[in-house]
């Protein structure tokens, strides 16, 4: 199913796109909707098209050889995903699943690169699109080489607590585990060793920051 | 805390297949298989442990954690 243009232009990477342009590109973009859990596309896969979530959560990974979940960023209404692997040719990365129900609209590869050219305020787009992109994945890398699993672990009840992101503040520990590049059982453990150390407190569905200053030094660390 | 106050685990049927692990994992036996799916049929019983949520193969069973700063 395609799109107008007037849904287009609700989406932030089309914008700053003109009414005429919009009206030349909206008969090439595809509706799309995937059910939750369902994958939309596998690392390792030739990519195909580009991607703009319109509604609903995707989460965006990748399995280790031994089949762990490391989950490299969820997105929301106006993300856009596999737009890397459009561009320099090779293999999607990582793979994608719909977290949520979810409504995505689809360009295809080679229309998508021509768009870039003809479109420059769309190439822009992209370009600071990959500029935050490019930033979430070295908070990542430091998080992970740098801290423990205990200070990723503060610093992620941290934001979650202070809705820094626009995640759910409910979680699992397999969430978390998957997050934060480890395995549910180092949750539970880190956890039980926050609660020990007085800065949160486990009750049955809910984890409560009692000392808000100590996590925050804990997240340093 | 009432029964009817109790938060439980969730548990998605369109995920579930039926393998019966979170019932024969359950510590406290507070889920069973009825008509193949699994049914918290001992809710006062559940420990909110996460055991199941572990072991179901096709993540049909969560345990969300509320995350808050206290008052």
């Known amino acids: 199913m395609t799109v107008s243009a007037e849904f287009l232009r609700k989406l932030p990477f089309f914008s700053a796109l003109g009414e005429d342009e919009l009206g030349e590109i909206a008969p090439h973009v595809r509706e799309r909707t995937f059910g939750r859990r369902e994958v939309i596309l596998l690392e390792g896969q030739a ?4 991607y703009f979530i319109v ?13 762990r979940e490391q989950v490299l960023k969820r997105l929301g209404p106006g993300g856009i995903f596999n737009t890397v692997p459009l561009l320099d040719g090779r293999p999607n990365p990582s793979s994608a699943t719909a977290w949520t129900e979810v409504t995505v609209y689809v360009i295809e590869r080679d229309r998508f690169r021509q768009m870039l050219r003809r479109y420059p305020a769309l190439a822009g787009a992209v370009l600071a699109d990959f500029a935050a992109k ?3 994945t070295t908070a990542l890398i430091e998080d992970l080489s740098l801290r423990t699993v205990g200070a990723r672990l503060a610093k992620l009840l941290l934001s979650q607590a202070a ?4 995640i759910p ?6 969430e978390m585990a998957a997050q934060l590049g480890t395995v549910r059982e180092m949750i539970g ?25 100590g996590l925050e030094v804990k997240a340093l660390l | 805390m009432d029964v009817q106050e109790r938060v439980l685990p969730k548990i998605n049927l369109e995920l ?20 193949g799916r699994p049914v918290i049929v001992h809710p006062q019983d559940c420990a909110y442990c996460g055991d199941c949520e572990e072991l179901c193969p096709e993540g049909a069973i969560s345990l969300p954690y509320e995350i808050v700063f206290a008052e």
Do not use: F
């Not at chain 1, 809705?163 to 626009?166: D, G, L, S």
């Open chain 1, 47 to 50: 990519p195909q098209a580009v």
């Open chain 1, 55 to 67: 509604r609903g959560q995707v989460r965006i990974y990748r399995l280790s050889p031994e089949g």
């Open chain 1, 134 to 136: 490019l930033r979430h």
């Open chain 1, 163 to 166: 809705k820094e992101t626009e």
């Open chain 1, 169 to 174: 503040r409910r979680m699992t520990q397999q």
């Open chain 1, 189 to 213: 453990r880190a956890l039980a060793e926050l609660e020990r150390e007085g800065l949160i407190r486990l009750e049955r569905h809910r984890i409560v920051i009692v000392d808000r200053g």
């Open chain 2, 16 to 35: 579930c297949n039926g393998c019966g692990a979170c019932v024969s994992t359950c510590p406290s036996q507070a889920v069973a298989l009825i008509d």
